[in-house]
């Protein structure tokens, strides 16, 4: 079974800090993809990437940077922490070339910013 | 631009009871629709990915149809149970923009 992890179930930070959000998957995915959720608006693209060292911008990329040194491993950062970041964070993954290959997400992460 | 539609937003049904959850998109050039299921405060879980080419796909007491003419997808739940209670939500890629665009979700209930 594909395993896609995120670091921290819930996280609690200020305003302005510089944040962190990790995800790894475990099943040599090329595509990771980081979403945010929010009560009526769904789903919302921040960041993907198809290959280490590449990223694109999603739908909601203000404010938002990312980093992918390592194929497993995806970085979602926050350079200035504002509280209407405060969102569930979901990290992705799914196949490469295989455009038809399903997605598979994290279990989350609750981001708070006071 | 793609739009993914869900409806209704939420289901109260009773145990036992076969249900029909509704998608529906507004661009018929897709890759693929996938239908997840998310637990509250948990990511989602992949339940079923038709392809383009498909009309139906199914797994356990789930069967999901696609007709991409009309732009629309149904997850059908035979049997239901209270474990089925989730938000359950729709996704389709392609278009022109091939990224996996999500419907807002239909929240289910069901009761024992």
């Known amino acids: 079974d594909v395993k896609v992890t995120q670091s921290s179930r819930y996280l609690v930070k200020r305003t302005g800090e510089k944040v962190f959000l990790e995800c790894v998957q475990d099943m040599d995915h090329e595509n990771m993809f980081w979403y945010r959720q929010d009560p009526g608006l769904g789903l919302r693209l921040i960041y993907f990437s198809y290959d280490v060292k590449m990223k694109e911008k999603g739908d909601i990329p203000e404010g938002y940077s990312v980093s992918r040194e390592k194929k497993e491993r995806f970085s979602l950062i926050l350079e200035s922490a504002s509280t209407n970041q405060t969102s569930m964070y979901l990290c992705?993954?799914?196949?490469?070339?295989?455009?038809?290959?399903?997605?598979?997400f994290g279990n989350g992460t609750r981001l708070t910013v006071t | 631009k793609q739009e993914v539609t869900q409806i209704p937003a939420a289901l109260s049904v009773p145990e036992g009871e076969n249900l029909v959850l509704n998608c529906s998109f507004t661009d018929s050039a897709i890759y693929n629709l996938q239908w997840f299921r998310q637990d509250p405060g948990k990511g989602l879980t992949s339940l079923l990915l038709i392809q383009s080419s498909q009309r139906e796909q199914t797994s356990g007491r789930l069967n999901a149809s696609l007709d991409k003419s009309s732009g629309r997808s149904t997850l059908y739940i035979a049997a239901s149970q209270p474990g089925d209670s989730a938000t359950y939500l729709c996704?389709?890629?392609?278009?022109?923009?091939?990224?996996?665009?999500f419907g807002t979700g239909t929240l289910l209930a069901v009761q024992p």
């Open positions: 996704a389709v890629r392609g278009g022109a923009t091939n990224k996996l665009i």
């Open positions: 992705a993954s799914s196949w490469g070339q295989r455009y038809n290959s399903p997605l598979h």
